[in-house]
């Protein structure tokens, strides 16, 4: 992987298990010994056959689901260490996630979506409300403030995810499948985005993918199958970028 600023690990995963109904006649065994290293400003698709594990590894990485074992450090914290309190204010500042189905509250607008994070965080009302309208305006939602995520097209309600998922800066965003609910020209407008966040910003993006279209998009593409990676690849756009 190549040398840009800030490329310390972000990610470091080593020995990663995960098995559902452990110990029992059917417990199944989703993650294999994964190891993974993603360095600060990568942008990596996860690919792979349905039920290869790609969904459970992007769990794991979000903590959204508990390790059977292994070990996993996002910007230089070993999540292991951390008291569940801790660990769920460290989720909400140092992950974002973005849904395929946006996840958004129906009842508050855009704005306020995108503010709920800061004012989690104790931030006062005011400065948080201003913080949030100046991210939608950067990302093209300036006269979209106030619509509720139904006056919103899909498009435009992603759009509204990823602010929210930006506006802690944290250290590393997860898409799970980010632009699979959406038509093929909303989807490319979304990929241009992300690309702007990272290469803007050198926002670490992990993304869950089916679409080798979507995929490209990004600096490496990790193949996995039966709960490993089988091999990992340098997308065309790092490529043509190192040539």
């Known amino acids: 992987m190549t040398a840009t600023r800030n490329r310390e690990s972000i990610l470091v995963i080593s020995g990663l298990h995960k098995r559902y109904n452990e110990g029992k006649s059917n417990e199944v065994h989703a993650l294999r010994g994964v190891d993974l290293i993603v360095k600060r400003g990568d942008m990596m698709a996860i690919m792979g056959p349905s039920g290869c594990g790609k969904t459970t590894l992007l769990n794991m990485i979000g903590h959204l689901d508990r390790r059977s074992e292994g070990k996993i450090v996002i910007d230089n914290i070993d999540t292991a260490t951390l008291s569940d309190g801790k660990m769920t204010a460290f989720r909400r500042d140092k992950i974002g996630f973005i849904f395929q189905l946006f996840n958004l509250f129906p009842f508050l607008s855009a704005v ?15 400065v948080a409300r201003e913080q949030a309208k100046m991210l939608l305006r950067e990302l093209g939602m300036g006269d979209r403030l106030y619509h509720l995520p139904s006056e919103l097209s899909g498009g435009q309600q992603q759009r509204v995810a990823i602010a929210r998922a930006l506006i802690t800066e944290p ?4 898409g799970d499948e980010p632009t699979g609910d959406l038509h093929s020209a909303t989807s490319a407008e979304i990929m241009k ?14 993304l869950v993918t089916h679409s080798r279209w979507i995929a490209e998009h ?14 990992l690849e340098q997308g065309p756009f790092k490529a043509e970028e190192e040539n």
């Not at 306020?112 to 009302?125: F, I």
């Not at 250290?171 to 997860?174: C, P, R, T």
């Not at 966040?197 to 992990?206: C, D, E, S």
């Open 112 to 126: 306020e979506n995108v503010e709920t994070p800061l004012l989690l965080k104790g931030m006062k009302a005011g």
């Open 171 to 174: 250290a590393i965003i997860l």
């Open 193 to 206: 985005l992300f690309r702007r966040i990272n290469r803007i910003n050198q926002q670490t993006l992990v």
């Open 218 to 231: 990004c600096d490496y593409i990790v193949h996995m199958s039966d709960g490993k990676i089988s091999r």
